[in-house]
């Protein structure tokens, strides 16, 4: 069975940084995309940001392009996202999740993951 840890979250003012991290148990997530989604209160999750599997394109969505990084370290089988300019509509648990191709070229890629979450962390953005 396939789990996934996120971790990194955390009470930031606005314009504040994180990092949060992502590791697998899955034995070929070097072989797939990745992708970040968020939950905040009331809301649906959201795909935000997705790498592919050799690292060589990413995607963000509008609300986090240019604050937002993410990266990835296959040797050590982690996902990363650095957050900086932290604005409170961040505010929500983050996920982590493998999408089903080893692409990540779009907002389409997004809705293409493969229904494995981790229990998420939570990153609460206030003054």
């Known amino acids: 069975q396939v789990q996934l840890v996120e971790s990194g979250g955390g009470l930031v003012q606005p314009g504040g940084s994180l990092r949060l991290s992502c590791s697998a148990s899955?034995?070929?997530?070097?072989?797939?995309?990745i992708a970040w989604f968020r939950q905040a209160p009331g809301k649906e999750r959201e795909g935000i940001s997705c790498?592919?599997?050799?690292?060589?394109?990413?995607f963000y969505v509008d609300s986090v392009k240019g604050r937002f990084t993410i990266s990835r370290d296959n040797a050590k089988i982690m996902v990363y996202l650095q957050m900086t300019d932290l604005k409170p509509e961040d505010t929500a648990v983050y996920y982590c999740v493998p999408l089903t191709d080893f692409r990540c070229t779009g907002a389409g890629s997004l809705a293409q993951y493969l229904d494995f979450w981790g229990q998420g962390t939570q990153v609460t953005v206030s003054s």
């Open positions: 899955l034995g070929t997530f070097n072989h797939y995309a």
């Open positions: 790498i592919s599997s050799n690292d060589d394109s990413t």
